[in-house]
């Protein structure tokens, strides 16, 4: 065992001990103060770099936090605590294969710690390979068959990868043995179509029923038990369910939807006076699926995908990680810069976006990102990759405001579990969106998902077109893909599709008041 205050003196021990007890508590003065005189004393010692590293990330300077923890491995290249740091730091910047890198070593390293092996499932599922994630899984439950969180996480994957029955009977292990486990009903709730008896709406709504629930646990089994009504044609059942879990879970969320209305227009006004760039080439080849959660960007990435020359992207962050650290990087905040920016930084940020991207594209013609809240830096992403090309997934308002309330998302996704909010987040994206299209129309595609399911074969034509790629029978045949698909439409995206999927008149007058504010302007 690794005694981590090795080398350090009874001073430098007690400030080390200081330090991190008052950076835990917050009490940002005390833990200056005494990393302040800790650096004086053991400067390179790898709890010293560890604790520095953890002040750089609070203070936003997340790179100097990166390099310190890459110094504290290179003094302890075995030493779990700092890999895990290092991992989690190099996750943070988006810079995935290397974070999963480290934690293979630490699956190497303690093969018997179940929770490495969990941490590099969840970083490769994040890298959009759930296929490398399920086996990690297996070889852990080979160990640990008991393991719960590990048999939840295999059937996440087995989800992403299309392989439905296998999901569900992993979920129904799991709740064999535990059946108050409520990420198991969850889980099964998100299927296409919920496997649930009269049994199970019942066994749902005793834990509903508890009031010793935390937050998290209470609004999932809400949205779970929602579901299980809603496939049972109880509608009028489901919906005040679906308040309360709403309600409950929007009290977590740190979301203000007057700022961010405020932060989309000064977005679109900053790029204003600003010429449009047609003069340049760079990102070619690159399409930005974007627009709102459940609006069928997921079936319109799997069609592009299922194209030989396309590789997907899926979920990326890499736009807003490149504008953070650029923010950071200039202390200010975007869109304060933008006007500050000349053609050569635009050119280096695109660059950086490029070289993230490289591997995974593969050499490929078209490189797809489904980072839907890109088209907040669609200014940005125009001056950076000039020849990239934006596609506007869109579907009924009402229905995609629906179908966004009757989820819990896995990333934090604020606007969504509000009435108010929802609207008011669709106005901001829509305003926007005609902003954009007005400045950049040759680049932006706007797919709407009636239509695309109303006549498939002519909207993925179009769709191929504007992407400039030839058309090929795949991509009518998207559904028959082996992707995996790390959103809530990897059943879906496995089917044909379907013509009809409006929910809002299953609800009638109870989604009135969503409508109205639909319909009227944002302020």
């Not at 990393?35 to 002040?55: D, G, M, N, V, Y």
């Not at 050569?344 to 995974?360: F, K, P, T």
């Not at 309330?405 to 987040?425: C, K, P, S």
Request: glycine residues 4%; contains cysteine; negative net charge.
């Amino acid at each position: 065992m690794i005694d981590r205050l090795d080398g350090l003196s009874g001073m430098a021990r007690q400030l080390l001990q200081e330090a991190t007890a008052a950076l835990q508590r917050r009490d940002a003065a005390t833990t200056l103060q005494r990393a302040t005189a800790l650096r004086a004393l053991a400067p390179k010692h790898p709890e010293s770099l560890r604790l520095f590293a953890a002040i750089a990330r609070l203070q936003g300077r997340a790179d100097d936090a990166v390099a310190l923890l890459r110094e504290a491995v290179a003094a302890r290249p075995d030493d779990m605590l700092v890999l895990g740091n290092l991992a989690h730091a190099l996750a943070e910047r988006n810079l995935l294969d290397e974070a999963a890198d480290l934690l293979r070593r630490c699956v190497a390293l303690e093969p018997t710690q179940p929770a490495h092996a969990l941490a590099l499932a969840q970083m490769l599922e994040r890298m959009n390979d759930a296929e490398a994630a399920s086996r990690v899984l297996g070889e852990l439950l080979e160990r640990e068959p008991t393991s719960v969180p590990a048999r939840l996480a295999l059937a996440r994957m087995h989800f992403m990868l299309g392989r439905t029955d296998d999901a569900v009977a992993e979920y129904r292990r799991v709740l064999a043995d535990a059946p108050d486990t409520v990420a198991a009903w969850y889980g099964l709730s998100n299927l296409r179509e919920p496997p649930f008896d009269a049994r199970d709406v019942a066994a749902i709504e005793r834990l509903h029923a508890r009031t010793d629930l935390p937050d998290h646990a209470r609004a999932s089994i809400g949205f779970a038990l929602a579901r299980a009504y809603e496939a049972s044609d109880r509608h009028a059942d489901a919906w005040p369910v679906l308040v309360a879990a709403n309600t409950t879970w929007r009290r977590r969320q740190h979301w203000d939807g007057a700022r961010m209305s405020q932060h989309v227009r000064a977005t679109t006004a900053a790029f204003e006076t600003l010429p449009a760039r047609d003069d340049d080439q760079r990102g070619t080849g690159l399409v930005f699926i974007v627009g709102l959660p459940r609006t069928g960007s997921s079936i319109v990435e799997q069609i592009l995908a299922a194209h030989p020359d396309v590789a997907a992207g899926g979920e990326r962050l890499d736009v807003p990680t490149i504008i953070r650290e650029e923010s950071e990087r200039r202390e200010r905040d975007f869109p304060g810069w933008v006007a500050e920016a000349s053609d050569d930084d635009w050119a280096r940020l695109g660059r950086s976006y490029l070289e993230r991207i490289d591997a995974q594209r593969g050499g490929r013609r078209v490189f797809t990102d489904k980072g839907l809240l890109n088209w907040i830096y669609l200014g940005a992403l125009q001056r950076m990759l000039p020849g990239a090309r934006f596609v506007d997934c869109r579907r009924d308002p009402l229905e995609t405001c629906l179908a966004c309330y009757r989820q819990m998302f896995a990333r934090e996704l604020g606007f969504t579990y509000d009435i108010e909010d929802l609207a008011r987040f669709w106005h901001d994206y829509d305003e926007a969106m005609r902003h954009w299209r007005a400045r950049h129309g040759d680049a932006v595609l706007e797919v709407s998902h009636e239509r695309l399911t109303a006549e498939p074969e002519p909207q993925i034509r179009r769709l191929l077109e504007f992407c400039a790629l030839p058309f090929d029978e795949r991509s009518l045949r998207f559904h028959e893909s082996a992707l995996s698909v790390r959103t809530l439409s990897a059943d879906q995206v496995r089917e044909p599709l379907r013509p009809n999927t409006a929910r809002a008149h299953l609800y009638g007058a109870q989604v009135d008041r969503l409508r109205a504010l639909l319909a009227a302007r944002g302020d």
